[in-house]
């Protein structure tokens, strides 16, 4: 990977305080994002709200772009709309773990099929997993 201006990049974290119902009572920002690109990395995106909120968040602290990253997606046609309807978030990135079957402008579906037959031979051949490059 080639470096490119690292004096330009930075970490925030999101704090998510999660309730005895297991909603999300609360979110904290950590960290400025006033003028950054911001990346918010989750594991299952399944109603989407803890990411639009989050990036609802990060816009109100000034972020001037902000991509999600899902490696599991359940996209409902509820959720393609509020994230196609959405200001907060300019891009959603996830995988073909999940299929789904809508095209839309915001959402970006990303193969996994290279990866899986690389570990696949790998596994079959006794090749050591680390160091995966596709």
């Given at each position: ?10 970490i925030?974290?999101?704090v ?10 609360q979110?904290?920002l950590?960290?400025d ?7 918010i ?6 109603t ?12 109100s ?5 902000v991509?999600?990253?899902?490696t599991?997606m ?9 994230v196609?309807n959405?200001?907060?978030?300019d ?11 809508f ?20 596994l ?11």
């Amino acid at each position: 990977m080639k470096e490119t201006n690292s004096n330009n990049v930075g970490i925030a974290m999101m704090v998510k305080i999660v309730g005895n119902t297991g909603k999300v009572k609360q979110m904290i920002l950590v960290g400025d994002v006033k003028g950054k690109e911001c990346v918010i990395v989750d594991d299952f995106l399944a109603t989407g709200d803890t990411m639009l909120s989050a990036a609802e968040m990060l816009r109100s602290k000034g972020a001037k772009r902000v991509i999600g990253i899902a490696t599991h997606m359940l996209l409902t046609e509820k959720l393609m709309k509020r994230v196609e309807n959405s200001d907060a978030i300019d891009l959603l990135l996830t995988t073909n773990s999940i299929d789904i079957n809508f095209k839309t402008k915001k959402i970006v579906q990303l193969s996994v099929s290279e990866l899986l037959a690389e570990a696949i031979w790998r596994l079959h051949n006794g090749v050591p997993l680390e160091n995966i490059e596709y």
